[in-house]
């Protein structure tokens, strides 16, 4: 059997067993401690703007914490990208508000302005209420068309939060991805840019609000010198054992990142003469992606060749592959919610994969990956 070759699989890069040994050597391991606070202030310096972050246990806790802050009651409705993962949307249904879904453009995959515009206007027409929030998904490491967005957001004064999840080091007009909305989560799972072994994170534009979202995350305990709560709290702060991790691949993150994006230049290459499949790439100077998967789509029609056939074609040589999220407007779940586009990211979804692109993935890995897909097509 060939070596197998994983989709986004963590690599560590060695310094993570120092601050992990720390931890234990020194018995903090709860959600507290110097090593909370280290990766913190190292992805602050990272980011190198006026932000404030707070480590959590999960990307989807820091939506949920900001949609929180951001005044988000039951009854309201928030606009969230339809394609992308259901992730971006729950924690909207946690307080008992509604998603509203918004297509995507074709070029970037992500939020349409177009139709965010008519969502809004159809919104306060409808229900005489605009939308509470608006939630842009930097989708697999491209940058959203932010200052379309923020120019929207800012006519109708709707506050943004960013999903930055998936685009740790993706770059817009020179700005970080992460840093243009109200809030902005990250995260720290496995497969991820860099690793917590899960985690994530919640980018604050004022330390007041990072000082309440950590309020939030602790149980929402008092000031006082007995256990007293006046608001609902969760248990959502990262671990020391965690952040631990996590300040050893600060180290590698440059390292993750150059390497993602060449593992995508050289997709690129060796597709470029390959009839009828195209490598999503950045549509012009302004968006700098990390890459974090490389994606495919294929033509329609290309010899009756589907995603889902050249994935198990790619199985069977022991690649792993993945499809492009199915659109959360399609979702039984919420079946039910308002959705305004053109089918692009149904489309999309119909006729996209993604590829091996993580820090084990080797120029050999890539080259063995398209050798398959090539010899699919080739077959019929």
């Known amino acids: 059997m060939n070596k197998k070759i994983w ?107 177009e139709h965010l515009r008519r969502a809004i206007a159809d919104r306060i027409a409808v229900t005489g209420r605009k939308p509470k929030a608006i939630i842009p998904v930097h989708l697999y490491g491209m940058p959203a068309n932010m200052d379309a967005i923020l120019a929207i957001a800012e006519e109708y004064d709707i506050p943004v939060l960013e999903d930055a999840a998936e685009a740790l080091g993706s770059i817009y007009k020179s700005q970080h991805c992460g840093t243009f909305g109200t809030f902005a989560c990250l995260s720290f799972n496995g497969n991820k840019m860099i690793t917590t072994s899960g985690g994530g994170a919640l980018i604050c534009k004022s330390r007041e609000a990072a000082h309440k979202t950590l309020f939030y995350a602790t149980q929402a305990r008092d000031q006082a010198p007995h256990y007293q709560h006046s608001e609902i709290g969760y248990n959502y702060r990262m671990s020391n054992v965690s952040a631990g991790i996590g300040r050893g691949q600060m180290f590698v993150l440059d390292d993750h990142i150059a390497h993602r994006r060449s593992i995508n230049a050289l997709y690129r290459e060796l597709f470029r003469n390959v009839k009828g499949i195209s490598v999503h790439q950045e549509p012009n100077d302004d968006y700098n992606s990390n890459h974090w998967l490389t994606c495919i789509t294929l033509d329609t029609p290309l010899n009756g060749h589907t995603p889902y056939k050249i994935s198990k074609a790619l199985d069977a040589e022991n690649i792993e592959s993945r499809p492009l999220w199915k659109p959360l407007h399609l979702q039984p779940v919420f079946e039910q919610a308002p959705f305004y586009g053109d089918g692009t990211s149904e489309h999309l979804f119909n006729r996209g994969l993604c590829l091996p692109s993580g820090p084990h993935v080797s120029e050999e890995d890539a080259i063995r990956v398209v050798e398959v897909i090539r010899e699919v097509i080739r077959k019929d």
Not at 7 to 28: D, Q, V
Not at 58 to 87: K, M, P, R, Y
């Open 7 to 113: 989709l986004s699989l963590a690599k560590m890069g060695g310094r993570e067993r120092e601050f992990i040994r720390e931890a234990f050597e020194t018995n903090w391991v709860a959600p507290l401690g110097p090593n909370v606070t280290g990766f913190e202030k190292d992805l602050e310096a990272y980011f190198d703007s006026d932000t404030h972050i707070v480590a959590l246990s999960s990307g989807t806790a820091a939506i949920h914490l900001a949609l929180i802050q951001l005044g988000v009651e039951h009854g309201d409705e928030v606009i969230c990208q339809s394609f992308t993962f259901v992730a971006s949307a729950n924690p909207i249904t946690y307080l008992g508000a509604s998603p509203v879904f918004v297509d995507s453009e074709p070029d970037t995959w992500n939020m349409s302005p």
